[in-house]
Nanobody, 122 residues
Framework: VQLQASGGGLVHAGGSLRLSCAAS????????IAWFRQAPGKEREGVLC????????YYADSVKGRFTISRDSAKNTIYLQMDSLEIEDTATYYC????????????????RGQGTLVTVSS
């Protein structure tokens, strides 16, 4: 089972990016997929999760109203749409997965992808 995160890059403040987390090896329809991020010099934090019922759970208050998460079951891919990006969103973003329910603790997830770097400039 592998998770492949992509879509990071350099964007100006106020811009948008869409991150993708593609799962291979099995269907993730019964799995929760979460995004965590880690900024330089800061602790890793949970951002947003989608559970097996496609309910969204926010772990970072700072992204509410700006970030959304969605699932494309046909492509076995989760998307993190990031709008109105702020400099404080600069971080490496990781997607992780576990069965059924979301968790705000990264150690609760069984599968982890590599990170994708998002840099927001002024």
């Amino acid at each position: 089972v592998q998770l492949q995160a992509s879509g990071g890059g350099l964007v100006h403040a106020g811009g948008s990016l869409r991150l993708s987390c593609a799962a291979s090896g099995r269907s993730f329809n019964n799995y929760a997929i979460a995004w965590f991020r880690q900024a330089p010099g800061k602790e890793r934090e949970g951002v947003l999760c989608i559970d097996s019922n496609d309910a969204s759970i926010y772990y970072a208050d700072s992204v509410k109203g700006r970030f959304t998460i969605s699932r494309d079951s046909a492509k076995n891919t989760i998307y993190l749409q990031m709008d109105s990006l702020e400099i404080e969103d600069t971080a490496t973003y990781y997607c992780v997965s576990r069965a059924w329910r979301c968790s705000g603790q990264i150690h609760a997830y069984n599968y982890r992808g590599q990170g994708t770097l998002v840099t927001v400039s002024s």
